[in-house]
């Protein structure tokens, strides 16, 4: 079955300093999301990508869909106390028309101030 | 999102009992998605409904669970005789619509524990 892989599981960074996760898939997706989650909370939708190669920003957030389609990366510039939570990637692969999303195992930044 | 509604937001059921967990979509909505999130651990789809239809429930162990979202009403999934493996946070989401392109809004939650 399609599996969605993130790295890295577990991050530690000063507040200022930079932070990236990536996400690879096992198949071609028809799209990505970026979720976030604080600690005790649920998912919240951050971004969808859609078309390969596609770069997206959020303030300080940059958001890339590979040009194959089959791995994205989140980077955040210059990080604060309050990005401090899990980011999912989850991938749509095509072949149904309805959004079953497969979820990478997420990445936990931790923000020390 | 605070649209999504699920209740209870805790629930704690001995092995063997059952588990009933409800979730009211956001206004308008009339897709479902349930996930299961183990501790530490990415969310895992489990069924997907609209309205008085089950679309897809590859996700959901073929005993035990059961799903359903009536024509009125939330939206609940079922856990017959709970065992310990079955303590987790379960999410609903709610859509729009069937394509793939419409945002999912998660509701906060109903954390699962089994004794």
């Known amino acids: 079955g399609q599996q969605v892989m993130q790295i890295p599981q577990y991050q530690h960074v000063q507040e200022g300093e930079d932070f990236t996760t990536y996400c690879n898939s096992s198949t071609t997706l028809s799209n990505i999301q970026w979720y976030k989650q604080r600690p005790g909370g649920h998912p919240v939708f951050l971004i969808q990508?859609?078309?390969?190669?596609e770069v997206k920003k959020q303030k300080r957030l940059t958001f890339q869909f590979g040009e194959a389609k089959k791995n994205s990366s989140l980077h955040i510039t210059a990080t604060q106390t309050t990005d401090v939570g899990t980011y999912f990637c989850a991938g749509k692969v095509g072949g149904t028309s309805y959004g079953k999303l497969t979820f990478g195992q997420g990445t936990i930044l931790t923000v020390h101030p | 999102n605070a649209g999504v509604m699920q209740n209870p937001r805790h629930l704690v059921r001995r092995r063997g009992q059952e588990a009933r967990l409800r979730c009211s979509p956001m206004k308008g909505h009339s897709h479902v998605y349930w996930y299961r999130q183990l501790p530490e651990e990415g969310l895992k789809f489990m069924v997907y409904l609209q309205k008085e239809n089950i679309i897809d429930e590859s996700g959901m162990p073929k005993e035990r669970f059961s799903a359903e979202f009536p024509k009125e009403g939330p939206s609940i999934l079922r856990i017959q005789q709970v065992v310990r493996g079955d303590s987790a946070a379960y999410f609903c989401?709610?859509?729009?619509?069937?394509?793939?392109?419409?945002?999912?809004?998660f509701g906060p939650g109903t954390r699962l524990t089994v004794l």
């Open positions: 990508l859609v078309k390969s190669g």
């Open positions: 989401a709610s859509t729009t619509g069937t394509s793939s392109n419409n945002e999912q809004f």
